[in-house]
């Protein structure tokens, strides 16, 4: 029989490790094995998409009684193939049953060094006297060429790596409405 290269290397490698495991004393009788029972055997499986970039990623999550159990990367995606960053890795860190997700808004009053919880009703309110104080003292309706612009640079907007298209769609609505003209997105920093 005539053998080229790259089937030596195999059959020599195959060889070598045969005689190796057998030389350590292991038992190569061939055993009868088992599949082991994957956690989301009996889990809801749902497409979506990575939030955190531009790239779109193809995520799978799998759901038990509405619970999430598990995400990982989605091997029919044209776009990854299976494969996530470390980021997409970790993208179960955003599911509503992870127990490290804040629930309720914290508030650090000035000089203190402690977050205290309170109320959304609290939180909101405090939020919308800031942008609405902010936004009407910088508030700019023409530029120096006297041009018509009604904005305002006395805030920014930063993220939120987290929402999905539709809230995105929302967010920036909302943003242009009050005359922002510093927006960004933080998914990459
Ligand atoms: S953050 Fe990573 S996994 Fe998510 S879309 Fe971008 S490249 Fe893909």
């Not at 290269?5 to 055993?31: C, E, N, Y």
């Amino acid at each position: 029989m005539e053998i080229n290269r790259r089937q030596f290397f195999k059959i020599s490698g195959a060889s070598a490790v045969g005689i190796a495991f057998g030389t350590l004393g292991f038992d190569m009788t061939p055993i009868e094995s088992y599949a082991y029972s994957l956690r989301i055997i009996h889990a809801k499986q749902t497409p979506t998409i990575c939030p955190y970039c531009a790239v779109g990623c193809g995520i799978l999550v799998h759901t038990i009684d509405g619970k999430v159990v598990n995400t990982e990367g989605d091997p029919d995606h044209p776009i990854n193939g299976g494969n996530l960053c470390s980021k997409g890795m970790a993208v179960y860190q955003l599911s509503h049953n992870n127990p490290n997700r804040l629930t309720k808004p914290l508030c650090r009053r000035p000089y203190a060094d402690k977050w205290e919880e309170v109320s959304w009703d609290v939180a909101l309110d405090k939020i919308a006297l800031h942008i609405k104080k902010s936004r009407d003292e910088a508030f700019e309706t023409t530029n120096a060429k006297g041009q018509t612009v009604n904005r305002t640079m006395g805030i920014a907007s930063l993220g939120s790596a987290a929402l999905d298209n539709e809230e995105c769609f929302l967010y920036q609505k909302f943003l242009r409405s009050l005359g922002l003209a510093y927006i960004e997105h933080q998914a990459r920093i």
